[in-house]
């Protein structure tokens, strides 16, 4: 079983930055990449990054230039650089296993950016 926590989220301007992270405790030895997910009101769950122990980071087109995945795998940490954000940024934001999520999601970090 994986325990997930994101924190970072807020309220910031058209072209703003934030930082997400994302702590990861449990059994945490058989993930071997992570990602970041984000929820729209009224929209599906979709990834928006993702990043393997190694470090090799892809990302989704609405964020690539924009945003940037890195884990600390000696922390158990994953962080979402988020830079020139867009109202359509404006989600709850998540992390989970990749490319098959665990059942059991965080509670997510709010990101609101204002026009």
């Known amino acids: 079983q994986v325990q997930l926590v994101e924190s970072g989220g807020g309220l910031v301007q058209f072209g703003g930055s934030l930082r997400l992270s994302c702590a990861v405790s449990?059994?945490?030895?058989?993930?071997?990449?992570m990602g970041w997910y984000r929820q729209a009101p009224g929209k599906q769950r979709e990834l928006v990054a993702r990043?393997?122990?190694?470090?090799?980071?892809n990302y989704s087109a609405p964020v690539k230039g924009r945003f940037t995945i890195l884990g600390d795998n000696a922390k158990n940490m994953v962080y979402l650089q988020m830079n020139s954000l867009k109202p359509e940024d404006t989600a709850v934001y998540y992390c989970?296993?990749?490319?098959?999520?665990?059942?059991?999601w965080g509670q997510g970090t709010q990101v609101t950016v204002s026009s």
């Open positions: 989970n296993t990749y490319p098959a999520p665990f059942p059991s």
């Open positions: 449990g059994s945490t030895a058989s993930i071997y990449e």
């Open positions: 990043v393997t122990r190694r470090g090799s980071a």
